[in-house]
């Protein structure tokens, strides 16, 4: 089928998956132990972190791999809980549109008693600026903001939120997990003080990512152990750690032709839906978002209706995260911008990767003028 579900997740690079056979079949043995072969896998690990290093635009020390951006949040929220503790500062401020897994760890340290506040967004799913300056001040242990939203591609304003967290001495986390490999913007550009990643998102494996950690803040660990500079214990995921780096170093050597590419495609994709029918509606239309992401709704029509004719048709997407998927509640990253619950269940999500064609985007096309359109004319939407 067409798939256009890459911010679910993306295609093993070939580099990446020929890298993690070598390493699986002869560099199995423990970074951590002291004999030669042992030796040798820890200068893979040291030279797969610096790969990886480069890419983000980090410092190989500034660097944990983690088992992905879920773990690298836990780390950064209880972390930040932790540390703050003896200060006072016990109070969690974070976007309304975090992912699902983030927001549900807020939810249970609510529950137990931390303080967490929630920055709105706009219509257009965009973060209001004022709103986050208003709840941060000295007693706040984390600002938590992600770079980019996984539904609507919306661009958070890092740089500016970094400033203002700065001024108030506030840690600053960002979920770039929708970032990486989507945008130039690099760690150390960023003014973060944490950034949470997932490899898979960015043609690398599964189950591996990282939390960078600016240098000179430390930041207590979740697993105890040795590793990782004792900020995350367990021995190394090595095969998809090199998985991780050769998929970045791809990434980084196509990142300009990759975004082209990208926004290329999409801006062909918008027009010729919004062309279709007037009652195409696309979610953050005319704002800073992703060059590869469009979320829109067909008026009213229900997502799941929309999303099975197009997968009999051959075209595979997703409503909303693809976590939530399953689920029946509508997008919380929609009903933050002010849609209803019909329109938030009436939406769906197509993201474009690196090997998306220009045929595969015609045929999208057809396929949703064949098969949708005309369900929009019988159900005599309401054209705002
Ligand atoms: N944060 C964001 C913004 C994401 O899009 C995702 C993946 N859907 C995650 C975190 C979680 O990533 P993982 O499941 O690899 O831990």
Redesign the pocket.
């Known amino acids: 089928p067409v798939y256009l579900d890459h911010?679910?997740t993306t295609a093993v690079a070939p580099e990446a998956v020929q890298e993690m056979i070598d390493v699986l079949e002869r560099v199995w043995a423990n970074p951590s132990s002291t004999h030669g072969p042992g030796q040798a896998a820890r200068r893979l690990l040291a030279d797969a972190r610096n790969r990886v290093a480069t890419f983000l635009g980090c410092q190989a020390t500034e660097l944990v791999f983690t088992?992905?951006?879920?773990?690298a949040?836990h780390i950064a929220l209880l972390g930040a809980l932790a540390r703050g503790k003896a200060e006072g500062c016990t109070r969690l401020v974070l976007s309304a549109v975090e992912?699902p897994?983030?927001l549900a760890l807020a939810a249970r340290l609510r529950s137990e008693g931390t303080p967490v506040e929630l920055i709105p967004v706009n219509a257009s799913g965009q973060l209001n600026l004022e709103a986050a300056r208003a709840l941060l001040g000295p007693d706040v242990a984390l600002l938590s903001v992600?770079g980019a939203?996984?539904e609507t591609g919306v661009l958070m304003p890092v740089r500016e939120l970094a400033e203002l967290a700065r001024a108030q001495g506030v840690p600053f986390h960002v979920?770039a997990?929708?970032l990486v490999g989507k945008s130039g913007l690099r760690f150390d550009a960023s003014g973060a003080d944490l950034w949470?990643l997932?490899a898979?998102?960015l043609h690398g494996p599964?189950g591996v990512?990282a939390l960078l950690i600016r240098r000179g803040l430390s930041w207590p660990a979740l697993q105890a152990g040795r590793q990782e500079r004792n900020r995350r214990g367990g021995t190394e995921n090595l095969p998809g750690i090199v998985g991780f780096a050769a998929a970045a170093e791809r990434a980084a050597r196509t990142l300009a032709d990759d975004l082209a590419h990208l926004r290329a495609l999409r801006d062909q994709l918008e027009a010729s839906l919004k062309a279709l029918h007037p009652a195409v509606q696309i979610h953050g239309d005319g704002v800073a978002r992703l060059p590869n992401t469009v979320c829109l709704r067909f008026g009213t029509l229900d997502a799941e209706q929309v999303l099975n004719k197009l997968e009999r048709a051959g075209v595979v997407a997703s409503s909303g995260?693809?976590?939530t998927a399953s689920g029946t509640q509508p997008s919380h990253v929609l009903l933050a911008m002010g849609a209803t619950a019909l329109e938030a269940k009436a939406s769906v999500r197509l993201s474009l990767g690196r090997h998306t064609q220009e045929r595969e985007i015609a045929h999208t096309v057809a396929v949703v003028r064949r098969v949708i359109v005309p369900l929009l004319a019988a159900a005599d939407v309401d054209v705002e």
């Open positions: 911010n679910a088992s992905g951006a879920t773990e949040n992912h897994g983030l992600m939203n996984n979920d997990t929708q949470s997932s898979h998102k599964k990512g995260a693809a976590c």
